[in-house]
């Protein structure tokens, strides 16, 4: 049985195909859930694809925390399942108090739109659970509002317990610590900026997103 | 905002006053005014001389240019539309239709640069969708003033923001373009924007009403005040003083691309579902446009209930309703019986929809205060485009194109120093394009900065890779079009062509964008003639339909007209897409080599206007069996993976395009038997740079030599300098800082 990942559309989601496509490219199946939904269905796993939900007005994330199937997506974390979120989808996350901290614009106020090496930090996480602490993956990233704030003690308790997920080799967003993901203390709640699907295909110039998906579907 | 409240006062109150001139402050000439009241046999009114005169602007007309497009050649068989719809469409196999337009924005962007920028970008994405197409990227071709100027600076960062604002967010890729700095465009930047869509072959549909008692629905934004007689006002007149840009600038429509996301989605969940008999998307002149093409090109009739329409204040005017350009807004046909459907899938994307009108038969467009109700304008739909003037301005060359041409650039003094001139040639664009997402929907195997863009084609309904690819350049040259506009186009065309070629690809269609200055000068109509002619004489060799085009008058400002500019769009497939295309960096140990013939003129290169300010004399003979030849040996070469690296010799020549390939890649590159400045530095066309693994050498030679292609071994791509024997030497480090820094420092030395 392949694992059936459940893909949030909000209005102004724009890579929700994209994760579908790598998701099912790697042996999963990618179905799309709209937003106005309560309820998940059948799904094994929940990303939150990257986009603008809501054209990111106010505040990036900042309405689609209120969207109807977000209380879907909380109840189904509690219960240890698997939820990423992509760039936007993680600044959703925040916005939902799934994840601590917070995403600001990026260091040098301009959008970015570029390949980023990352190093693995812990493989308790959902996405990183088939790889080794250290491994580097070649990824790009994708936003303006990248740049991972938190509070010391915040920063403490994600080092203390192995919940920085991925770091950026060459920080281009200024964030703390070179965060690029993060994790729930269950390691079931992933949040990062890069864009795992858009490396995920021979002819794109690498595949060390699939590796990550992987993960995700892989289960227990 | 006190200012835009008095400007827009004025604006109206103006259009009150019952003046003689009213036609003329709307922008129409007494003539025109008088072949109005000709068609309806009686003066017209407000709204309707509103109407008419955002409808026979130049922008929407084209009543200066289409006596001259016509020598285009449009026609191929897999062309499936052509020039005059919202969009060209090709046939690219596997049951794949593609949706390809370009536009300009430049007036706007010169007043308002982000927000004309981002509207640019709004508006060509509903030209695409309105074919039924998917917009899945989108292409910019920029042109400032110098990077000196505070101005041209801030229209620049202004114009990068807004698409990259507008673009991003809305969800299309933004995929390749250029960007140039020139003091040509200090006072008219030029900003054209490209887009591409995608659709299943047999869902192509277009823009025209039919079937009396149909309904006209209006989907998305409310109407504002925003950009009433942008096209007239805007668009089709010179640039004064900076105080009346300022003044235009409510002229300028503002952007909402969340709203035009949900549009798209709507719209194409509208045409999944066939509840649409025809769709038109709201640009230049808004309703008006809308309603009167719809009909006119279904051969019926319109009757619009002006008081239906959505508004954004209270007090709008029958002609503000019908004339605004508030953005993020498209009138879709629909049949009563599917009109509920219709209404449901608009709700489910929050995009607001409201019937406004009704298909009538019989020809008139009526505008109603309630659809049965007072009319207050009625008009032949058809008048409004099949009856706009049409003129044929007159021409001549500019009065010392003998002494121009006679002062080629061959004469110039040589460099003192060359490796100072190559580098001040230099500038990497990727501080514009790292603001654009330009990876979205995981098809983009060779992004910004390329020769040519290269897409992977997937089925737009089922997902499903074809293995093939589309290749895609936006592409202009001012400086060749200055020297001559007819061979500069000509050239310009050619270079697209091979710019496809250095990815693999062979070209399928051409739009193009048409820049130039006031057409009320025979000097600025010569050079329009001419370019069109040298596009048609070069697309005729190629064989590559024009499927569509924009044109873009009156770039002018205080007198000053913009070099000739015409922007070549040009879309290519690659038959099998397995594997990434070389690119520009070239591996230490590679062999360089330059394929086609050599060339040492100089008029109309980039070195010669940077050094000198110098754009006379007559640029290199182009060939078009020698380019034909050169340009199928490069996409042989590329398809069989026989080349470790590739890049066409365009502007800055020779010495620009190897130390281009030695940045991107950090290798260095000793060559030999590049023998003067003239070498290093010309435009020749018909000419790549390629890198050759040693052991490939004498296959690719055999290869040339078979086609009758000259090569030249050039050099070893290798080590930490960059050196051309007893002409240069340079550490890497000089070039790739002066790479890095972003803008190049001489095109703009006066």
């Known amino acids: 049985m392949t694992a059936k990942v459940g893909v949030v559309v909000f209005p102004g989601s724009n890579c929700e195909h994209d994760v579908v496509e790598a998701v099912d490219a790697i042996g999963g199946t990618g179905e799309l859930l709209w937003h106005k939904d309560c309820h998940l ?147 079931n709640v992933v949040g990062l900026m890069p864009h795992p699907e858009r490396a995920a295909h021979p002819l794109l110039g690498s595949t060390d997103g699939a590796l990550l998906l992987k993960g995700l579907i892989s289960g227990d | ?56 602007s130049e922008h929407c007309s084209y009543k200066s240019s289409r006596l001259h497009l016509r020598r285009l050649p449009t026609e191929a068989p897999w062309v499936l539309v052509g020039p005059g719809e919202n969009a060209g469409v090709v046939d690219v196999g596997d049951g794949i239709a593609a949706a390809i337009r370009i536009e300009s924005h430049n007036h706007p962007s010169a007043i308002e640069p982000y927000q004309g920028a981002a509207t640019g970008v709004g508006g060509i994405l509903r030209d695409i969708f309105t074919m039924g197409a998917r917009p899945v990227a989108v292409m910019d071709s920029l042109r400032f003033g110098c990077p000196d100027d505070p101005r041209s600076r801030w229209i620049a960062e202004g114009v990068v923001s807004g698409i990259s604002g507008y673009g991003n967010a809305v969800g299309v890729p933004t995929v390749g373009g250029e960007t140039v700095f020139d003091e040509t465009y200090a006072g008219n930047p030029l900003v054209n924007v490209l887009c591409l869509g995608l659709m299943p072959a047999d869902r192509l549909v277009l823009g025209r009403a039919s079937g009396e008692g149909n309904l006209a629905v209006l989907l998305g934004s409310s109407t504002g005040r925003d950009g009433i007689g942008g096209v007239s006002v805007l668009a089709s007149a010179s640039f004064g003083d900076e105080e009346r840009e300022a003044e235009k600038r409510p002229s300028v429509q503002v952007g909402d691309p969340f709203e035009e ?73 629909v049949s009563p019986d599917g009109l509920a459907d219709a209404l449901a899938i608009c709700d489910r994307w929050d995009v607001q929809a409201s019937v406004v009108g009704r298909v009538t038969d019989g020809g008139q467009l009526r505008v109603c205060e309630g659809l049965d109700g007072h009319v207050l304008g009625e008009l032949p739909a058809a008048s409004l485009h099949e009856d706009a003037p049409l ?16 002062d080629t650039a061959d004469q110039l003094p040589p460099p003192g120093n060359v490796a100072a001139d190559l580098l001040d040639l230099l500038a990497d664009p990727s501080w514009v394009y790292r603001q654009y997402d330009h990876m979205l929907f995981c098809n983009t195997v060779v992004g910004p900065g390329g020769d ?39 050239m310009t065309v050619a270079e697209s062509v091979l710019n496809l070629a250095c990815v693999g690809a062979r ?111 007559v640029l290199p003979d182009l060939d078009y069996e020698q380019h034909r030849r050169v340009a199928g040996l490069v996409a042989g070469l590329v398809a069989d993976d026989r080349l470790c690296a590739v890049h066409d010799i365009s502007s800055g020549g020779l010495g620009v395009a190897l130390a281009e390939m030695a940045a991107v890649s950090g290798v260095g590159f000793r060559g030999a038997r590049i023998n003067s400045h003239a070498e290093l530095f010309s435009e020749a066309p018909s000419r790549v740079v390629a890198a050759v693994d040693p052991e490939l050498l004498p296959e690719v030679e055999a290869a040339a030599a078979a086609t009758g292609v000259a090569v030249a071994r050039i050099g070893l791509a290798s080590g930490d300098r960059f050196s051309i024997k007893g002409l240069l030497d340079l550490e890497m480090a000089a070039i790739t800082d002066r790479w890095c820094s972003g803008t190049p420092v001489s095109t703009c030395q006066t």
Not at chain 1, 70 to 89: E, H, L, S, T, Y
Not at chain 2, 286 to 298: I, K, N, P, Q, V
Not at chain 2, 542 to 559: A, D, K, M, Q, T
């Open chain 2, 452 to 490: 040519a863009t290269v897409l992977r084609l997937k089925h737009p309904a089922t997902g499903l890779d074809t293995g093939r690819g589309l290749a895609l350049t936006a592409d202009g040259n001012h400086r060749w079009c200055a020297v001559d506009p007819r061979a500069g186009t000509a």
């Open chain 1, 41 to 187: 269905g059948d799904v094994d796993a929940v990303v939150l694809p990257g986009g603008f939900a809501h054209g990111d007005y106010l505040r990036t994330g900042a309405m689609a925390r209120f969207s109807p199937i977000m209380a879907a997506v909380a109840c189904f974390a509690r219960d240890g399942g698997p939820v990423v979120g992509i760039c936007n989808g993680f600044q959703i996350l925040t916005e939902a108090q799934m994840l601590p901290g917070a995403l600001y614009k990026n260091q040098g106020l301009r959008f970015l739109c570029q390949p980023t090496m990352l190093e693995v930090e812990s493989t308790s996480s959902v996405l990183t659970r088939e790889l080794v602490r250290g491994d580097q993956l070649n990824i790009p990233i994708n936003h303006f509002e990248g740049n991972y704030i938190c509070s010391d003690k915040t920063l403490a308790e994600l080092r203390d317990n192995n919940r920085i997920v991925l770091t950026y080799m060459d920080n281009p967003n200024g964030a703390t610590a070179d965060i690029a993901g993060i994790c729930s203390e269950g390691g």
């Open chain 2, 1 to 56: 905002m006190f200012g835009l409240l008095c400007v827009l006062t004025r604006w109206i109150s103006g259009l009150f006053e019952m003046s003689e001139s009213l036609h003329r402050s709307l922008g129409l000439t007494d003539e025109e005014a008088e072949a109005i009241e000709k068609i309806l046999n009686r003066p017209p009114n407000h709204l309707e001389l509103a109407m008419y005169a955002v409808m026979w």
């Open chain 2, 261 to 333: 996301k949900r549009l798209i989605e709507a719209c194409l969940a509208l045409l999944d579902a066939g509840l649409v008999v025809g769709i038109q998307d709201l640009g230049g002149a808004g309703l008006t446009c809308a309603t009167s093409e719809t009909a006119s090109r279904g051969g019926v009739g319109m009757d619009v209930d002006v008081s239906a329409v959505p508004r954004r204040e209270p007090g709008m005017e029958p002609f503000e309703v019908l004339t605004s350009e508030s953005q993020e807004r498209m009138l879709a046909i």
């Open chain 2, 507 to 617: 070209p399928l269609a051409l739009v193009n964008c048409l820049n130039f200055g006031n057409p009320e000068h025979p000097e600025i109509m010569w050079q329009f003639s001419e370019a069109v002619d040298g596009m048609a004489e070069a697309c005729d060799a190629f064989g590559i339909p024009v499927v569509g085009g924009n044109v873009s008058l009156y770039n002018e400002s205080n007198g000053y007209n913009i070099d000739p500019t015409p922007v070549i769009g040009l879309l290519g497939v690659i038959d099998s897409l397995t594997r990434i295309p070389p690119g520009l960096a070239w591996p230490d140990g590679g062999r360089v080599i330059v394929l086609g013939p050599g060339g040492t003129e100089l008029s109309g290169s980039q070195w010669a206007a940077a050094t000198a300010g110098h754009k006379r004399g």
């Open chain 2, 391 to 406: 003129y044929d301005r007159s021409r001549r060359p500019p009065v010392d194109w003998d002494e121009a041409r006679a």
